[in-house]
Every structure is written in C-alpha cells, then in structure tokens.
C-alpha cells in the first residue's frame, strides 16, 4: 500500500512549514498547492497577495498567540479580500506548571565528593531522591529550589547511588483547567467581535502532548481539586482506591490521595508515592499492580476530550460547517507511543512531523497509514514542516510529494 492512497486534496509548503491536508473521499483526488504562515499583522497581506499571484489557492495561517480584537478584525477581512480559501492554525493553546515523573531522563550516577550541579532548563523546583545503585530503595528525599534553573546539590556517602530528580517545571503540560477557561473566552471574544466568512475553511487545533507532559502533575488549585472530585466518582470508598494504588498507608481522605506524587514511570524510578512537601511519609507500593497511572492517564484524556468537544461545539456556533482537526506531533520513533485515546481522541487527528525526523517522514507516514486504514480512521491533516532555504526545501517538497502520490 501506497501513502498516496490517502486521497490528499490540500497541499501547502511555505516558510518553514510544509502542510498537505488528506481527505478520506475517494471524491477528492485533485491536489491543491496551498501554503501555511505565520501571522504577521504587518505583512499578511502582502503574504497573500504573492501567494495568490503565485497561483496558490488555500493557507493556513498560524497564530502563536491570540490577536487583539482589531487585529483579529484586520486579519479576517485581509483574509477574505485575499480570495484564498483559508483556515486559522490555534498553535498557542495554554500551558500548565506540573511535577513531571521521568526518571529514566533526569537521573545522575552518584560520585565520590557528592557534589551535583543541576541544570533543568524549565525547573522552578526539585525533588531530589537519593537510591542505591543496585537495589531501588528510598534512602534520603531533598527539595531544592532552582535558580535560572540551576543549583548545586551537596549530598554525602553518594558514591554508590543513583540520584533521581522530579522537577516542577513552568508549562510542562497542556493547561487544561484556569488556562483553557481564559484562552477559550478569549477566543470565543474576538469571534463574536468578528466571524470569519468569506473562503473560511475551518480550525486547526495544535496539541501538545506527549510522553512526559502525560507524566506530569499539574499543581493549580482548580487542577488538583477536579482529580480529586474524579478520584471521589472512580472511588466512593477510599479502601477501594487504597486497594487499586497499592497504598501501604490508610488514607483518611480523598484529597490526601490527590496530593500523591509516583515516583516510578514505565518500570523505571522508585516504587514509591510521595508529596511534594515531604509532610507525609513514603509510601512504598508494588509499581507493577498499582493503578495510579492507569486512573491519572484517564482523567487527562477525559477532561481534554471533553475541552476539545466543547470548543468545536462553541467555534462552530460562530463558524457553521468548519473544519475542526486536532494537530499532534508525530511521536519520535525513539520514543514511547502515546497511550490510546490521545494519538486518536474520537475527533479527526493530524500529525506535525519535524524537520529533524526527515529522514524518518517515509517510515512513520507509512505504517501510520496502515495502523489507521486497519481502523478506517485515515489522516485528515499531515504537517511537514521544513527548514532551509527557499530553493531546497521547495525541491525536497516536490521530490516527497511525489513519491507519495499527490
């Protein structure tokens, strides 16, 4: 099987994004060169004007963050005027702080003088666990304040352990709790202010998730009291929810359990569940029966699907008959794959594929498409995005597009 068989009917390259948007109808089997930008308030215009003398007939154009309302007037009407079918790429969508579990990342082999500089670029915060080398135990567990995301840990009689790290780190995950509420009454604002019309196609929406971010605790407020409001509906009895996670200390109260960090992730890290203060003891657990990342990983993918539910629901009110694709990044092929549910949530799912896996782009499109035809749940919305200069990555879009049929 070809990849070519996904039936692509929109192709747009320009600026260091490649975009070929794929339509499952056998219907639609013309290609049409489109392009995808930034948003620039002072030259899309401009933009659009060559883009459209070039003989381009569709764009996506990528807002990294949300316009003021007579930006957003400006922009629609440009659009419009510009004669080009055109689609608005949400690329900014919020970002929550969290505690991210990935060991297997931030770890140190331990040393003689029981020195360690720590670097985490994101870091406001670290948990520091101390273990032995050979048999995973909690020997000592250290807060540390980072700043500019450094500090320097003294830890002694370290030299035949492992430190372990479990960083809070700023927008480490998709907000989706303050954060969605704000940018969602933002841009339901600017379409009240201003709906888009003429040539308007539809919304592509760009997800962030990935292994790690899926692995990471939000600390809001709002966030920790909806997993523990979910924790209350999953587990009415909190024996159940002592059973499902392995507790080895009885609970007293729901929110007790909410306020639980792992420390393992995958078969890597410490079998314990800890709090970020330390104001409880360490609960060692069999990592192996317990259910915790089982019922977090739930929660997530309830909550978004239902946020990504909601805000077509509320796009659409203002833009009858759009478009709506989910836009994920294709996961690295050294990576785990996401769990299902966030690869493909019941709504039609696209993939970015970054300039640095290039050389993967044939592999991964083609056992994707299988994966996806085997489920008859195709592609609708691919993103290669490319950098370089003009010339070359105008040549390469061609080489590749041709071998994949469009």
Same mark, same amino acid.
């Given at each position: 099987?070809?990849?070519?068989?996904?039936?692509?009917?929109?192709?747009?390259?320009?600026?260091?994004?490649? /975009? =070929? +948007?794929?339509?499952?109808?056998?219907?639609?089997?013309?290609?049409?060169?489109?392009?995808?930008?930034?948003?620039?308030? &002072?030259?899309?215009?401009?933009?659009?004007?060559?883009?459209?003398?070039?003989?381009?007939?569709?764009? =996506?154009?990528?807002?990294?963050?949300?316009?003021?309302?007579?930006?957003?007037?400006?922009? @629609?009407?440009?659009?419009?005027?510009?004669?080009?079918?055109?689609?608005?790429?949400?690329?900014?969508?919020?970002? =929550?702080?969290?505690?991210?579990?990935?060991?297997?990342?931030?770890? *140190?082999?331990? %040393?003689?003088? !029981?020195?360690?500089?720590?670097?985490?670029?994101?870091?406001?915060?670290?948990?520091?666990? @101390?273990?032995?080398?050979?048999?995973?135990?909690?020997? *000592?567990?250290?807060? +540390?304040?980072?700043?500019?995301?450094?500090?320097?840990?003294?830890?002694?009689?370290?030299?035949?352990?492992?430190?372990?790290?479990?960083?809070?780190?700023?927008?480490?995950?998709?907000?989706?709790?303050?954060?969605?509420?704000?940018?969602?009454?933002?841009?339901?604002?600017?379409?009240?202010?201003?709906?888009?019309?003429?040539?308007?196609?539809?919304?592509?929406?760009?997800?962030?998730?990935?292994?790690?971010?899926?692995?990471?605790?939000? /600390?809001?407020?709002?966030?920790?009291?909806?997993?523990?409001?979910?924790?209350?509906?999953?587990?009415?009895?909190? @024996? &159940?929810?002592?059973?499902?996670?392995?507790?080895?200390?009885?609970?007293?109260?729901?929110?007790?359990?909410?306020? +639980?960090?792992?420390?393992?992730?995958?078969?890597?890290?410490?079998?314990?569940?800890?709090?970020? &203060?330390?104001?409880?003891?360490?609960?060692?657990?069999?990592?192996?029966?317990?259910?915790?990342? %089982?019922?977090?990983?739930?929660?997530?993918?309830?909550?978004?699907?239902?946020?990504?539910?909601?805000?077509?629901?509320?796009?659409?009110?203002?833009?009858?008959?759009?478009?709506? /694709?989910? *836009?994920?990044?294709?996961?690295?092929?050294?990576?785990?794959? +996401?769990?299902? !549910?966030?690869?493909?949530?019941?709504?039609?799912?696209?993939?970015?594929?970054?300039?640095?896996?290039?050389?993967?782009?044939?592999?991964?499109?083609?056992?994707?498409?299988?994966?996806?035809?085997?489920?008859? %749940?195709?592609?609708?919305? @691919?993103? *290669?995005?490319?950098?370089?200069? &003009?010339?070359?990555?105008?040549?390469?879009?061609?080489?590749?597009?041709?071998?994949?049929?469009?």
């Amino acid at each position: 099987m070809a990849v070519g068989r996904l039936w692509w009917r929109f192709v747009a390259a320009f600026a260091g994004a490649v /975009v =070929a +948007l794929a339509c499952a109808s056998p219907q639609a089997t013309k290609g049409v060169l489109g392009v995808a930008i930034d948003y620039r308030p &002072d030259t899309l215009a401009e933009q659009l004007t060559t883009l459209k003398a070039y003989g381009v007939e569709a764009v =996506a154009i990528r807002l990294r963050e949300l316009p003021a309302p007579e930006a957003w007037e400006s922009l @629609v009407q440009t659009a419009e005027q510009s004669g080009l079918r055109w689609r608005v790429w949400l690329a900014n969508l919020p970002r =929550a702080d969290g505690w991210s579990v990935a060991p297997e990342r931030y770890r *140190l082999a331990g %040393n003689a003088e !029981g020195v360690y500089p720590i670097q985490i670029a994101d870091g406001v915060r670290v948990l520091l666990m @101390v273990s032995p080398r050979e048999t995973p135990a909690l020997r *000592l567990q250290i807060t +540390l304040e980072l700043r500019d995301g450094r500090t320097t840990a003294i830890v002694g009689d370290t030299a035949e352990s492992v430190l372990l790290l479990y960083p809070l780190r700023r927008a480490a995950l998709p907000d989706l709790w303050e954060g969605w509420d704000t940018y969602r009454d933002r841009l339901l604002h600017l379409l009240r202010h201003r709906p888009p019309r003429a040539g308007f196609q539809g919304w592509i929406v760009q997800s962030e998730w990935d292994v790690v971010s899926l692995s990471t605790l939000p /600390v809001s407020p709002l966030a920790q009291a909806e997993w523990e409001g979910y924790l209350k509906t999953r587990y009415p009895d909190l @024996v &159940d929810l002592e059973r499902a996670w392995d507790t080895s200390i009885k609970l007293e109260r729901h929110r007790d359990a909410a306020r +639980l960090i792992p420390l393992w992730r995958e078969g890597r890290g410490l079998p314990f569940l800890v709090t970020p &203060d330390g104001a409880t003891r360490p609960q060692e657990v069999d990592s192996n029966r317990s259910e915790f990342w %089982n019922d977090w990983r739930a929660y997530l993918l309830s909550r978004w699907q239902q946020l990504l539910e909601g805000l077509r629901t509320a796009l659409r009110a203002h833009t009858p008959n759009s478009e709506f /694709v989910v *836009l994920q990044t294709a996961p690295h092929p050294a990576e785990l794959p +996401l769990p299902k !549910g966030f690869d493909a949530p019941p709504l039609p799912v696209g993939w970015l594929m970054p300039t640095a896996w290039r050389n993967e782009w044939r592999t991964q499109l083609l056992r994707e498409t299988l994966r996806r035809e085997r489920e008859g %749940n195709l592609l609708p919305l @691919v993103v *290669l995005e490319w950098s370089g200069e &003009d010339t070359e990555r105008a040549s390469l879009f061609q080489a590749f597009t041709r071998e994949m049929g469009i």
